[in-house]
């Protein structure tokens, strides 16, 4: 059965440090995996996704990758800055079974706090 | 461009009340899914669509109805509230269930907080 875990559960750093941010998954059989970001109240907003044939993605100052083979992924965000604070998630579309969006599986998150 | 559209943003019930959780998107996306989020939980799939007229179970289904009689709406009905319905629900839809990796993008709504005394 796959799962979905992210480590730390929380995180705080003093703004301009480079972070990273992590995602395990049990099964390598996936299609792809999907970083979000939630911010307190809102919904989620996609961020990254990286199919299983990538190794990594980038969007401006983040940059997500992917080793299938250790069922592991990162998020690595640059120059961090107080807006980055929120809940960063990460999901999972298994291959196997009927392989579609409804299969998603998900982390718990990470709360990153970046201070001042 | 509106992108997913969740009403109510707050709703209070009570035990046995029903309601409607309203989910509408402007994208012309194919597949529209409900979640609700608790705390530790994570994210839990409730029903899902991949298009007009067809509906199906996720993880979680029980004492939660849907429809999608269009592309634009599927609404979430809750037909006889319990306090364990008490939750913050999403609806996400995507352009497809299947196919380009760009498709499978989920956009979110903003979410609904539902309190079930």
């Known amino acids: 059965k796959q799962e979905v875990t992210q480590i730390p559960a929380a995180l705080s750093v003093p703004e301009g440090e480079n972070l990273v941010l992590n995602c395990s998954f049990t099964?390598?059989?996936?299609?792809?995996l999907q970083w979000f970001r939630q911010d307190p109240g809102k919904g989620l907003t996609s961020l990254l996704l990286?199919?299983?044939s990538q190794r990594e993605q980038t969007s401006g100052r983040l940059n997500a990758s992917l080793d299938k083979s250790s069922g592991r992924s990162t998020l690595y965000i640059a120059a961090s800055q107080p807006g980055d604070s929120a809940t960063y998630l990460c999901?999972?579309?298994?291959?196997?079974?009927?392989?579609?969006?409804?299969?998603?599986?998900w982390g718990l998150g990470t709360s990153l706090a970046v201070n001042p | 461009n509106a992108g997913v559209t969740q009403t109510p943003k707050f709703q209070v019930l009570k035990t046995g009340q029903s309601m409607t959780l309203q989910c509408a998107q402007d994208?012309?996306?194919?597949?529209m899914s409900w979640y609700r989020q608790d705390p530790g939980m994570g994210l839990r799939l409730i029903h899902y669509?991949?298009?007009?007229?067809?509906?199906d179970q996720g993880e979680v289904p029980n004492g939660y109805n849907v429809s999608r009689s269009t592309t634009e709406d599927f609404p979430l009905r809750l037909l006889s509230a319990a306090p364990s319905q008490t939750s913050v629900y999403f609806c996400?839809?995507?352009?497809?269930?299947?196919?380009?990796?760009?498709?499978?993008?989920?956009?979110f709504g903003a979410g609904s907080r539902l309190t079930v005394l």
């Open positions: 996400a839809s995507s352009y497809s269930a299947r196919g380009a990796p760009g498709a499978n993008v989920l956009t």
């Open positions: 994208m012309n996306h194919e597949y």
């Open positions: 669509s991949v298009g007009a007229g067809i509906t």
């Open positions: 099964d390598s059989a996936i299609y792809n």
């Open positions: 990286i199919q299983s």
């Open positions: 999901a999972v579309r298994p291959l196997r079974g009927a392989g579609n969006n409804r299969k998603l599986i």
